[in-house]
């Protein structure tokens, strides 16, 4: 396995094993790898003939009062589950290598899906993730990219720039990775204390309880929310930042819930905040 801090030397690896034909993947992450991330590379290894994963805290998309600083940065550790996991090149480029020191005029926004659900209480996030995303698909050239439903979101606004901008690259989703509990894995649930990881059940129980009854028959989407928020301020203390029922692909809050919807949240529980999602398919409406 290689390892690159610099953009060039990716540029020279990749372009090499594309000339030998190999289909490139490539799957961006933040580090403090778990079995979340390390099941998109098993995805990658099982697609593309040469695996590269990027390792980068992007100080663009914290905002001013967030975790930047704190992040876990656990090199060693993801660097020995890369090589494990049969990864060929990791890119850990430090911030002067993607971000030198002239500021950068330039930023990709994906305008409305991006605006709303996590884009209200964190502004100008996902600006900071399209145009690193953006980056890095420059850099690496990938074939194929790989984003984890955790991150519903996220993966619906990377797609429509990948799609309004006609970037040749195809975004692979990957399913949630969860604890025996529901709980999503995530680097940030190591901020949690014993009781509040207990209480972080609480996210997925709820959602999947309203799955349920949208299956058994509950249209109604403010009742729906009514059901997880009750469900969440039931499980101790908790700020609730949004519950929202959403079109699957624009994100758009549903009145009532049609073929298909996502269940999403996010909320905060002692310092940490969390987010999760869950697909409802209903019933259909007899005609
Ligand atoms: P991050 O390091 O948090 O930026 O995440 C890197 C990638 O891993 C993103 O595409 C995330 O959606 C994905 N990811 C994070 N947690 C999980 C999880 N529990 N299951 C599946 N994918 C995940």
């Given amino acids: 396995m290689d390892v690159a801090n610099r953009i060039d030397e990716v540029r020279q690896r990749v372009k090499a094993r594309r000339l030998e034909g190999r289909t490139i993947g490539l799957v961006p992450t933040m580090g403090a790898l778990h079995a979340g991330h390390r099941s998109l590379v098993e995805m990658a290894r099982r697609d593309c003939g040469y695996v590269v994963v990027s390792i980068f805290v992007n100080p663009t998309q914290f905002g001013p009062s967030e975790d930047y600083g704190s992040y876990p940065r656990t090199l060693g550790p993801d660097l020995a589950a890369c090589e494990e996991d049969g990864v060929d090149l990791v890119f850990h480029p430090p911030v002067e290598e993607m971000y030198p020191a002239d500021p950068s005029c330039t930023t990709v926004h994906v305008s409305g899906l991006s605006e709303h659900l996590c884009g209200a209480h964190r502004p100008g996030h996902f600006d900071g993730v399209t ?68 209480q972080a059940a609480a996210l997925n129980r709820s959602l999947r309880e309203a799955a349920e009854a949208a299956r058994a028959g509950e249209r109604d989407t403010a009742r729906l929310r009514g059901l997880i928020e009750r469900r969440l301020r039931e499980s101790g ?6 519950v929202e029922i959403v079109h699957p692909e624009t994100l758009a809050e549903l009145p009532e819930i049609g073929s298909s919807a996502r269940l999403c949240l996010a909320v905060r529980i002692g310092k940490c905040r969390l987010i999760d999602n869950l697909a409802i398919e209903a019933p259909a409406v007899p005609t």
């Fill in 237 to 242: 203390p908790i700020e609730i930042d949004y």
């Fill in 131 to 198: 145009t690193v995303v953006a980056k890095l698909f420059n850099i690496v050239r990938p074939d194929r990219a790989y984003f984890g439903e955790k991150d519903y979101q996220q993966l619906q606004v990377i797609r429509r720039m990948v799609a309004d901008l006609n970037m040749p690259v195809a975004i692979v989703p990957g399913p949630t990775v969860r604890e025996a509990d529901g709980v999503a894995l995530s680097s940030r649930n190591a901020y949690l204390s014993a009781e509040e990881r207990r």
